[in-house]
């Protein structure tokens, strides 16, 4: 006895949908010789005859229906579960996932993201708030297909990731600010000299990209032991709000806090030379072939020509 094959339930449907050899076997994309042995295959399996042979026409008898409704049950669930199988991989295709730092999430994201919502209507965008250490680690797993994050800085040491691929996005400013002891004075003025007074300094969390940056300049701007680390965060609003209520001294973004520069609800601790110019940067792995992002990265090439980055 032949071994039921799913392809002879299916020519079994094809039969009752032609009730015609030939038909049906040009429609299963078979010879008509060959649909027959199948056929007869299928009846040898059953232990009885499925169908009525005539001249004009071959039709299913009753043991051939009650057979086919059993097949076409049979069909649907598996057509339903392999459905099922591949939802997940077909959600993936059109699922991109973004690695963001928290301010950069609700700042410089939003803008352009509406603008890829614009190009590619059918992407469900998923955002990941994080750090930039546990942003390059998704990054390079595979588990963010783009990573926002502040730059210039290496993203892993010379050499051993070369294969991520950048464009800037924009810049910043990272400006030394503190609440005025009166207005236009500083409460916290910047210690220059080993000599000046302990500051209370508001500091970035380590993973922080903003926090990686600054270290990386602090002791080129100023006299970094005497700044006492009084408070730590990975939120630069929580800083931000710290400084605003005489906390401390802090380097913020300009773009975070020129409305209370311009209010006087801040005011500088040192001047314009202190500032720290830094880039906000979009990466993405080089060997995540997922063709719809490579799509959505030629868009962003063609958007930003004179900012493409060299590859991280």
Not at 150 to 171: F, T
Not at 259 to 280: F, S, Y
Not at 285 to 292: I, Q, R
């Amino acid at each position: 006895m032949h071994d039921l094959n799913l392809k002879l339930l299916e020519d079994l449907a094809a039969l009752a949908r032609t009730s015609n050899l030939y038909r049906a076997a040009e429609l299963r994309n078979v010879t008509h010789p060959a649909f027959g042995r199948r056929i007869r295959a299928l009846e040898e399996w059953a232990g009885v005859a499925l169908v009525e042979r005539g001249h004009q026409s071959t039709q299913l008898n009753a043991a051939g229906h009650t057979l086919l409704a059993s097949a076409q049950e049979v069909l649907d669930i598996l057509h339903d579960t392999r459905e099922a199988l591949q939802r997940p991989g077909r959600a993936r295709a059109t699922r991109i996932t973004i690695a963001a730092g928290r301010m950069l999430s609700h700042s410089v994201l939003p803008p352009l993201l509406d603008d890829l919502q614009r190009a590619f209507p059918p992407v469900l965008w998923s955002v990941s708030t994080t750090s930039l250490e546990f942003g390059v680690e998704m990054l390079d797993r595979g588990e963010a297909d783009l990573l926002l994050c502040h730059a210039p800085l290496p993203l892993a040491p010379a050499g051993e990731q070369p294969g991520r691929l950048g464009l800037r996005l924009g810049s910043d400013e990272l400006v030394p600010v503190s609440a005025p002891l009166v207005p236009g004075y500083p409460r916290y003025r910047m210690p220059l000299a080993a000599a000046d007074a302990e500051v209370p300094f508001l500091s970035y969390a380590p993973g922080m990209s903003l926090g990686r940056i600054l270290r990386e300049r602090l002791h080129a701007l100023c006299a970094a032991g005497r700044l006492r680390t009084a408070y730590e965060s990975d939120l630069v609003d929580a800083i931000h709000a710290m400084v605003r209520q005489g906390s401390g001294l802090a380097w913020l973004p300009l773009t975070l806090v020129q409305e209370d520069l311009a209010r006087g609800a801040l005011v500088r601790a040192a001047g314009p030379a202190k500032d720290i110019q830094v880039q906000i940067h979009l990466y993405r792995n080089a060997a995540n072939a997922k063709p719809l992002l490579r799509r959505i990265w030629a868009h962003m090439e063609q958007r930003l020509p004179a900012q493409a980055a060299a590859p991280a």
